[in-house]
């Protein structure tokens, strides 16, 4: 089954404890990326990648850092988890860079991040 | 202000309504459009692509104004399971070629009622 497998899906946290949260598609996606979600502001973009060592900030990368090593795995690290990182994240992936403009985009469940 | 506004709602509508959400863009260099679903604590779906000429799928309907920068989506005759939270998505090109940026309206949450 095509799918988008985000772990863990619930995660609680105390502030400055270095976290990952992985992201591994199973359609050969070249295109990956995370966002986050916070009541009243919607899906705002974390990081992308185009492919294979290839990422770029999106509108909210402060505190985050993602590696691309390999095309199916795009893991987000919080280095030094702070309570306003507490969200609900959310990976997703697409063919090819070209179809990020025809928005096919295929999301993980999400994960819902708590940081105390 | 936002590049994609969505009025948040909540809408709270009988069966068989026929409910119309709109969204507004701010970009002009949006080039083009999508509503998504969400349903509560999941992930989002897409719904449906937006196109110039206006298009349907089923009871959906989706239009596109670019003049006045807005879209819209008409659902008729309401069913329970159409309660959730529609998100306007905007495609943005970044640069050359077709390289695209995603923004996210914030959602417009639908509850359809017996």
């Known amino acids: 089954e095509a799918q988008v497998t985000q772990n863990p899906r619930y995660l609680i946290t105390v502030t400055g404890k270095k976290l990952t949260v992985t992201c591994s598609q199973n359609?050969?996606?070249?295109?990956m990326s995370w966002y986050r979600q916070d009541p009243g502001l919607g899906l705002r973009q974390i990081y992308y990648?185009?492919?294979?060592?290839?990422?770029d900030k999106g509108d909210v990368p402060e505190g985050y850092k993602v590696s691309r090593k390999e095309k199916r795995n795009f893991p987000l690290i919080l280095e030094s988890p702070s309570p306003n990182q507490t969200s609900l994240y959310f990976c997703?992936?697409?063919?090819?860079?070209?179809?990020?403009?025809?928005?096919?985009?295929?999301f993980g469940a999400g994960t819902r991040l708590s940081v105390l | 202000r936002k590049e994609v506004e969505q009025d948040p709602g909540p809408f709270n509508v009988p069966e068989g309504a026929t409910v119309a959400f709109n969204c507004t863009y701010s970009?002009?260099?949006?080039?083009?459009f999508f509503w998504y679903r969400q349903d509560c604590r999941k992930e989002p779906k897409l719904l449906m692509s937006?196109?110039?000429s206006g298009n349907e799928d089923g009871r959906f309907t989706a239009q596109l104004n670019r003049a006045s920068q807005y879209i819209s989506l008409l659902i008729r005759d309401s069913k329970l399971s159409d309660s959730a939270t529609y998100l306007c998505?905007?495609?943005?090109?970044?640069?050359?070629?077709?390289?695209?940026?995603?923004?996210f309206g914030q959602g417009t949450t639908l509850q359809v009622k017996p």
């Open positions: 997703a992936s697409s063919p090819s860079r070209d179809t990020v403009a025809k928005n096919i985009q295929y």
């Open positions: 359609m050969n996606h070249e295109y």
């Open positions: 990648s185009m492919n294979v060592e290839v990422t």
């Open positions: 970009n002009s260099a949006s080039q083009s």
């Open positions: 937006v196109y110039s």
């Open positions: 998505v905007v495609n943005i090109r970044v640069g050359s070629g077709n390289t695209g940026k995603l923004i």
